[in-house]
Structure formats: structure tokens, C-alpha cells
């Protein structure tokens, strides 16, 4: 039984018929090709299939074998030389074998039963359509995507304790943030960069609970956490307590880059800050009238709840004292990201207490392969459920993809705990999530052409 193979180029299809007299072809203009030049073509196309230069597909149809060779790139020139050279070298005879997929020696084909010649055609495009679709880049399904997300803090922010004009300070320093950090990716900086740059700004806005607008500890001073993750390589740093470091953000950048290390403390954070040429400030530049009223209500209600031992109280800390954390998580153009935290922590803080901020997994988390995380809220809830992790973790390991892996950490995992707050996440494709269970969460995004969107409430 006679065995037929043929190329064509992309776009192109070729098909044949063996056992057939007159061997003949009906190209794509209706003409009928020569059979003894069609075997000729085949005879190079078998070859271009065997040196693997070519996709084989092959059928069969009542005892008749039916073979094609899909060769991207080679030019009508170079089609019309090998058949040439293939009827110089090959008798029609000679074209013969087997369509088994053993035959083509390990290299990528299909194979097509019991397949009608007439409708081979059509089946051979929805191959090429089938194979064009998946050349084509999943970034390119949408067409403007989120470059940078950031978050202000969760908590109870209502309308109706806002006034106009602190809504619209707020917003303005939230797009603030998301064009500083917009305006380096746009220069090619890395998402690392971008992060920092955000930061830098929420971090020096007193509106924030990070860098100026940081709470305060029990003792009457500004202690600030920070940590920043690199999606492209793993690598993470962190820092946490911290006095006079002016941009936390920073330090944690260099923790990562500059030392063997992932989370620095206190005065060796200090130490290593001052040896890298971090810009240092004294701690009352961090103090605000706002943040030192919000720690004069609290000790007030610790001192009211205090037993008749005279042993201090400690009652469980509202959102509010918790509120106003940032992050920020970019896309860059190679199409890595970065994630990173900053906060005062929680007014009123003991003992050196360390929430989630600089705590990698639970508060800032970022890979390639799944998303960037970071995190606000209720810090030991996110610490003892490993939130930002359990979110990247359920992407790698469900196959879900980010906005409901957030959604289901976020509305169920953490609600179910007991804790609150909310996390932005922003994958490779440009996607970003911000989901939370209080009643808001200051919030932004910018994509790539520029388009800012901010939020406050739980619209």
C-alpha cells in the first residue's frame, strides 16, 4: 500500500491521496497538479519531516493513506527547489511507509483516523487556528493592564465620618503615589523601584500609618515595620522596629540586596541602616498631634479597664488603632513583580510587639509563577494564618486564579478566624484583586497607559 507526505507553508495546506492513478492534487486555485511532481514534493516533504523541520499529520480512509507537513517560514523558493531536487533523486515508487506517530522518531505530531479527503481541508485550518492561538501571548489579552495596586489601610471607613475635603486629600495622595510609582516603569525601572518610589510618598504623608503619619507605642514613641519581596528572583528583606530610618521601605529594600539576612530588628536595623547611608531622622519628626490624641484615648481606656490589682490592662485593640498600613505591589515590563509593606504598627504597642508588615508570607508576599501580596489588617491573624502565602499557595496549588484565591483567604479563611483587614494582589497578566471584610479599604490602581482608579468605601 502506497504512502503519501506533504508540506506546505504556513498558511498554505497541501494533501494527497496514495494508491490513487492519477496521483493528483487540487491546489488552493482549484488547478490539478501533475502527479509525478506532486510525488516530488512529497518525497522533500517526507524528508523535512524526518530531519524535524516539520509538523506531520496523518489519516487513513478505507486502506488510503493521507499525510500532511505543516513547515512554518520556508518560502515558495525554497519549496520549488527541494521539489526539484526530490524528483531528481526519488522514484514516485519509493514514497511509502507508515503514519504511525513511532515513525516520526519522537517529534510532535498528530494523528487523524478515518479522516474523508474532502474534509480534510477544513480540519487542517482549525488545526493552524488552534496553533496560531496558542503562539499568541496571554498579556495580550488585555490590551491596558494594572501595572501598580496600592493600599492605604482597612478599617471602619464610613462616608459618613468623612468630610468632602479630607475624601479628596486622601484620594489625591493615594494617585500621588500611584503616578510616582507609575512614572519609573514607565522610565523601564524595575517593579522593585516602582514599589519603593510609591512608598516613598505614602511614607512621608502623615494621612498613613507608616514613615511621618506612624502611631504610637506605649512607651510615646514612632516604631516603624517594613518589608518588600522581589517576584522575579524570591529574594525578600525586612526591618522592624525602628526609630529614626525615614524611609522603612528602603531599609528592608537593602536588607535584602546588601545582606545575608531577611528581617533585621531595633538597633542592629538602625546600625545596618546607617553603615548603607540610609537617610535617618530624629523620632519626633515622625510625630504628629493626631496620631499623639489617638494614643492618649487608648491608654485612657487601658487605664479604665485596669483591675483592682493595679496590673495594667490590655483590651483587644479596635481596627482603628491598626488602620492606615501601606503597600503597594507592581508589574514591571519584563513582566516580573515586586511587593512591599510599611506601617507604624498599632497605637498603643507593647513589648516590642512585630505585626504582619515585615513578616514574609503573612504580610508581603511576591512570585512570578502565582502573585504579588500585601496585606493590612489585624496583624496576628494574619501572622498565624500565613494570609499572604495561603493566597499565592492557593494559586499554585488549586489552580485558582489570584481574584479568587484573595477573595476566598480574604472572606473566608481570615473572617472565619476572627480577624480583619484586606490584601491587594496583582498577578503577571495585569489583574488586580483588593478584597476586604471591613467597611473599607483605602485603595488604588494605575495601568499601563496611565488610568488611575481609587477607592475608600465598600463600593
Known amino acids: 500500500m502506497g504512502r503519501v507526505r506533504a508540506k506546505a507553508p504556513l498558511g498554505r495546506l497541501a494533501f494527497g491521496l496514495g494508491d490513487h492513478d492519477p496521483f493528483r492534487r487540487i491546489d488552493p486555485h482549484g488547478r490539478r497538479k501533475d502527479g509525478d511532481r506532486l510525488r516530488g514534493r512529497l518525497a522533500a516533504r517526507r524528508e523535512a519531516v524526518a530531519s524535524g523541520r516539520g509538523l506531520a499529520v496523518a489519516g487513513e480512509r478505507a486502506g488510503d493513506r493521507i499525510a500532511f507537513v505543516i513547515l512554518p517560514g520556508v518560502t515558495a523558493q525554497r519549496h520549488r527547489r527541494r521539489a526539484r531536487e526530490a524528483r ?82 486622601i484620594r489625591a495622595s493615594l494617585e500621588a503615589a500611584l503616578r510616582a510609582g507609575h512614572a519609573r516603569l514607565a522610565e523601564g525601572a524595575s517593579a522593585l523601584d516602582a514599589v519603593e518610589a510609591t512608598l516613598h510618598l505614602l511614607e512621608d504623608d502623615p494621612q498613613f500609618n507608616a514613615g511621618r503619619g506612624g502611631v504610637f507605642a506605649s512607651d510615646g514613641t514612632v516604631r516603624h515595620d517594613a518589608s518588600v519581596m522581589d517576584g522575579a528572583t524570591g529574594m525578600a528583606g525586612a526591618s522592624s522596629n525602628t526609630l529614626h530610618v525615614r524611609h522603612p521601605i528602603s531599609l528592608a529594600r537593602k536588607v535584602m540586596e546588601e545582606s545575608p539576612h531577611v528581617l533585621l530588628t531595633a538597633e542592629g536595623a538602625e546600625e545596618f541602616a546607617l553603615l548603607h547611608g540610609l537617610e535617618m531622622v530624629p523620632n519626633t519628626y515622625f510625630h504628629t498631634a493626631s496620631r499623639r490624641a489617638a494614643l492618649d484615648r487608648v491608654q485612657q481606656r ?47 504597642k507593647k513589648w516590642g510587639r512585630v505585626g504582619d508588615s515585615p513578616i514574609i508570607g503573612a504580610g508581603t508576599y511576591a512570585t512570578d509563577a502565582t502573585c504579588g501580596v500585601s496585606a493590612t489588617g489585624h496583624g496576628e491573624f494574619f501572622i498565624r494564618l500565613a494570609i499572604a502565602h495561603d493566597i499565592a499557595a492557593r494559586v499554585a496549588y488549586l489552580g485558582e486564579s489570584c481574584a479568587e484565591a484573595a477573595e476566598h483567604v480574604i472572606g473566608t479563611t481570615l473572617t472565619e478566624a476572627g480577624g480583619t483587614g484586606g490584601v491587594i494582589v496583582l498577578d503577571t497578566e495585569g ?17 499601563r497607559s496611565g488610568v488611575v482608579t481609587t477607592g475608600l468605601y465598600g463600593e
Open 88 to 169: 531528481e533523486d526519488q522514484q514516485a515508487g519509493e514514497v511509502g511507509g507508515t503514519t504511525e506517530a513511532a515513525e516520526h522518531r519522537g517529534r510532535p505530531g498528530i494523528f487523524v483516523a478515518n479522516v474523508q479527503p474532502l474534509l480534510l481541508m477544513p480540519r487542517l485550518l482549525l488545526l493552524l487556528f488552534v496553533f496560531a492561538a496558542l503562539a499568541v501571548p496571554s498579556r495580550a489579552q488585555d490590551a491596558d493592564p494594572v501595572v501598580l495596586v496600592i493600599h492605604g489601610g482597612a478599617g471602619t471607613i464610613l462616608k459618613a465620618n468623612m468630610t468632602d475635603e479630607r475624601e479628596a486629600a
Open 431 to 447: 489583574t488586580a484583586s483588593m478584597p476586604f471584610n471591613t467597611e473599607g479599604m483605602y485603595r488604588g490602581t494605575i495601568t
Open 302 to 348: 487601658e487605664r479604665e479597664a485596669m483591675p483592682e490589682t493595679g496590673a495594667a490592662g490590655v483590651p483587644m485593640p479596635e481596627d482603628w488603632q491598626m488602620r492606615g498600613t501601606v503597600g503597594a505591589v507592581a508589574l514591571d515590563a519584563a513582566g516580573h513583580l515586586a511587593a512591599g509593606t510599611s506601617t507604624g504598627g498599632m497605637t498603643n
